[in-house]
């Protein structure tokens, strides 16, 4: 069964900077297994779960919870509860909270990247990252190590977390923003200028290097096809993946 996911109020996620301060601060721990969790909270059938333990059985470096996710016996969102809730590891919506840039720029994007996680916020003088699952002590010393203090996990989704990684941290989103910046700033002008100026702009480098980093990213997304929709002062930008339109603006 593949559970809903709740609206921001009701989910139990983090939403503010000040709320994820009040959580760690009254987190604890738990050694509950996954499965017999989400069985215990009617978010799994046993068929489900036997399941997908015979593919971890014959894939033993695969976790869990992302087979659950990949056959879509559980969202992403549920498992990102379940397993705070079991860890005592406060959960958070990254979309809604309000990222310092100097706090993001303590990570390096290659070791973000490499591991797989968002600095969130210093707490306690320690950093906060946000991770969609625990790294384990050699990740967590080497980005102690690298951030200069110790490290507090807090977990969000895969999609949550690489959507931030991309808006960070990407120099193609820096492009794509430049790129939005220049609609939107554009004065209004009659169509057939606005197209010979749209002629001439995309044979200059920077639309052509815009347009390479479409392609680049999408390669590196394992994306099928990209898509823009443009609109009165702005576009958007789709990548197909997996055969999902996902927005990246």
Excluded at 113 to 134: D, F, K, T
Aim: hydrophobic content about 45%; some cysteine.
């Amino acid at each position: 069964m593949t559970n809903a996911v709740p609206d921001a109020a009701d989910s139990g996620l983090i939403n503010t900077i000040d709320e994820l301060h009040t959580a760690l601060d009254e987190s604890s721990q738990s050694g509950t297994e996954l499965g017999r969790y989400l069985l215990q909270h009617q978010q799994l059938t046993p068929a489900q779960l036997e399941s997908a333990l015979a593919i971890k059985s014959a894939n033993p470096d695969r976790r869990l919870g992302e087979i659950l996710v990949e056959q879509k016996a559980l969202s992403a969102e549920a498992l990102t509860m379940a397993i705070s809730h079991l860890m005592g590891v406060p959960s958070v919506r990254l979309a809604s909270l309000v990222l310092d840039r100097r706090v993001i720029h303590r990570l390096s994007p290659e070791l973000a990247r490499r591991h797989h996680v968002i600095p969130i916020m210093l707490h306690h003088e320690g950093l906060v990252v946000a991770c969609a699952s625990l790294p384990n002590n050699a990740a967590l010393q080497e980005l102690s190590f690298h951030a200069g203090t110790f490290i507090f996990p807090a977990l969000a989704s895969q999609e949550d977390i690489q959507a931030a990684i991309f808006l960070h941290y990407d120099t193609f989103a820096e492009d794509l923003a430049a790129a939005d910046s220049m609609v939107r700033n554009a004065p209004d002008q009659d169509y057939q200028q606005l197209w010979r100026d749209a002629e001439y702009q995309a044979k200059q480098a920077p639309i052509v290097r815009l347009v390479g980093a479409f392609i680049n990213e999408a390669i590196r997304r394992h994306a099928s096809d990209v898509h823009l929709r443009p609109s009165a002062d702005h576009f958007d930008i789709y990548y197909r993946i997996d055969g999902t339109l996902v927005c990246m603006k």
